[in-house]
């Protein structure tokens, strides 16, 4: 069965990096694509960017472009989210997503990965 | 980045039919396709519906989904307390080449 599993919670400080990764299995990774999405405390999903693993090839949120970095390792069917110059208003629940047949966005979810951005 | 609108909040009765909107734009669900979310405290989100209509296996026939011009519909029929939950839409925008969702739609069950 199809899994996608996150790295554990962080705590960065501002202007620091954090790299989350999602690990999947139980089916092709090449065949579907991968988004991220965010949850800040108590607010609503917000679309962060995603990746085709079979080519590598990106979009992201316009608002995130300029300090967001997806990249996928095939050998070890993991996508990798870094996201740069971190601010408080980053602190968020960050999701891995994968989109299924027939352009089923979110078909299969990870855990969720907190990520605090504090001084 | 421009966003779809949902109602902040439905309150409905037991046992009662609830039916939560969503409206974008001709980019975005007037041509993408829509897809449904439903997210208890605590939990990743469920898809419901994707590509405005069809329905995951393992969903209950309560739920029901559609799509007219740029607005997308979530129609939950017989409400249960586990009902009870946030709501979010979401679709492809292909002129952003970008994800766009919902604010959420709080569903209450009475």
């Known amino acids: 069965q199809v899994h996608l599993v996150q790295s554990g919670a962080e705590v960065k400080k501002p202007g620091a990096s954090v790299k989350v990764s999602c690990k999947a299995s139980g089916y092709i990774f090449t065949g579907y694509y991968i988004h991220w999405v965010r949850q800040a405390p108590g607010q609503g999903l917000e679309w962060i960017g995603r990746?085709?693993?079979?080519?590598?090839?990106?979009n992201y949120a316009q608002n995130l472009q300029a300090r967001v970095t997806v990249t996928r390792d095939t050998s070890v069917s993991t996508v990798y989210m870094e996201l740069s110059r971190l601010r408080p208003a980053d602190t968020a629940v960050y999701y891995c997503a994968r989109v299924g047949l027939g352009g089923a966005f979110g078909d299969f979810w990870g855990q969720g990965t907190l990520v605090t951005v504090s001084s | 980045q421009a966003g779809l609108a949902q109602p902040p909040s439905v309150s409905k009765g037991l046992r009662q039919t609830a039916t939560l909107t969503c409206t974008g734009n001709?980019?975005?669900?007037?041509?993408?396709?829509a897809a449904w979310l439903q997210q208890h405290q605590g939990h990743p989100p469920r898809l419901l519906f994707y590509?405005?209509?069809n329905r995951p296996s393992g969903i209950s026939e309560r739920f029901s989904a559609s799509r007219s011009g740029n607005t997308a519909s979530l129609t939950i029929t017989g409400l249960q307390p586990e009902d009870e939950a946030d709501y979010y839409c979401s679709a492809w925008d292909s002129s952003l080449s970008a994800r766009v969702f919902g604010g959420g739609t709080k569903l209450t069950v009475l």
């Open positions: 001709s980019n975005n669900v007037g041509n993408q396709g």
């Open positions: 590509m405005n209509n």
């Open positions: 990746i085709n693993p079979n080519n590598g090839a990106t």
